[in-house]
């Protein structure tokens, strides 16, 4: 039947199907990480790249480059590579024939799960997030608001933290190195390129400095730099490398903070409440000089929601601090952080926006 415009409206108009279609996608939408997840279990971006070649392949000739003993079933892994194509992850190349054959090429997306020569690349990140512990915690997401006091991870975990049972199971421990690592290194290239206040500091703490990576880079670019101090826990700092000019120092920030002109810190405040927060920043204040800095790397939150990747991306990584690290710890805005660091004394800030998910903030004592 035509409307008033003389047009034939099409047929599905009343019933929706667009709200029904993007339900459905919602709902199945964790085939998208666990699928991700099988594909770093399985090495299947190495096998592909194999040093540059990237040359498409087909699932059956990816699973040979896996096990080369001919096992595995290729079907299955072909119905995975092509729902992670429609998430950009691979490229697929159809040959037509009398039967239809697909191939597959990594992505500039797919690429980040590469291996690279210091054995770092994405894939320990994927791998960290859905970790048996984790997994438990999201199905119990809606605990986070019945009951704030204690986070989802807690409760799915007979009532131990995240960090506690990384203390105590060195393979989370040793993961959560790796992830931290193949993040923060491509990360800190960029920051590097495009960040100037390492200017006139001598001596660089880095809170909650993991392995050491980014404490390494600095000091690799800015030479004047004489002593950095990797601050993280003790098991933490157990397990990282020795590094030239960098100590490591095992401690608790909600204690205390080693000295230095300046304070590094990547991806910590995120994970803590508004008053842990202040409690960091207190610590940090006074183990500054007068003129002294803190410069802190956090997913920092628009003020407008939209679609964007960008802000997809924020927004999930807020979920996933809620569930597993702090019920209220939280991605903030910038103004959020402004009215922090002003509350514990900090004389200037300001936000400087050099990568997509993290942004440097600049507070001044
Ligand atoms: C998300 S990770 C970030 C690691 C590193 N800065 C990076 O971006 O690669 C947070 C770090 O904070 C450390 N951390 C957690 N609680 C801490 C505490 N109470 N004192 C010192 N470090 C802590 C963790 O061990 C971990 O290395």
């Not at 952080?337 to 001044?364: M, N, W």
């Amino acid at each position: 039947m035509e409307n008033e415009d003389g047009e034939t409206p099409p047929r599905t108009a009343d019933t929706n199907n667009g709200a029904r279609l993007s339900i459905m996608e919602l709902a199945n939408m964790i085939s998208v990480p666990m699928s991700l997840n099988a594909v770093v279990r399985l090495n299947v971006a190495d096998a592909i790249w194999q040093n540059g070649s990237n040359t498409p392949l087909s699932a059956s000739e990816i699973l040979f480059r896996i096990f080369s003993s001919g096992v595995g079933d290729p079907e299955n892994l072909q119905r995975i590579l092509r729902m992670l194509t429609s998430y950009g992850v691979f490229n697929e190349h159809v040959s037509s024939g009398e039967e239809l054959k697909r191939r597959y090429s990594l992505t500039d997306i797919g690429k980040t799960l590469v291996t690279d020569e210091k054995g770092l690349s994405y894939g320990p990140y994927v791998l960290q997030h859905h970790q048996a512990e984790l997994m438990k915690a999201w199905a119990v997401v809606h605990e986070a608001v019945v009951d704030s006091s204690t986070e989802p991870f807690v409760k799915a975990n007979g009532g131990e933290t995240a960090y506690g049972i990384y203390g105590k199971k060195p393979e989370m421990n040793d993961l959560m190195l790796k992830a931290m690592s193949g993040v923060s290194v491509p990360f800190m290239k960029a920051v590097l390129e495009g960040y100037d206040g390492f200017e006139g500091v001598e001596r660089l703490v880095d809170v909650g400095g993991s392995a050491g990576d980014c404490l390494r880079m600095i000091l690799q670019k800015h030479t004047h730099i004489m002593e950095g101090v990797n601050f993280d826990l003790p098991e933490v700092v157990a397990k990282a490398p020795k590094i030239d000019g960098v100590t490591h120092v095992g401690g608790d920030m909600f204690n205390s903070i080693p000295h230095g002109d300046a304070i590094f810190m990547k991806w910590v405040l995120t994970t803590w409440t508004d008053d842990e927060v202040k409690a960091i920043m207190i610590n940090c204040f006074k183990s500054i000089p007068v003129g002294g800095k803190l410069i802190a790397c956090e997913p920092v939150l628009p003020d407008h929601t939209d679609d964007s990747h960008r802000t997809r991306a924020l927004l999930e990584g807020d979920i996933f601090v809620m569930t597993i690290y702090r019920a209220k710890g939280k991605h903030r805005t910038e103004d959020e952080y402004r009215q922090l660091g002003k509350s514990v004394g900090f004389l200037s800030f300001q936000a400087i926006y050099i990568d997509h998910f993290y942004t440097l903030l600049e507070f001044k004592k």
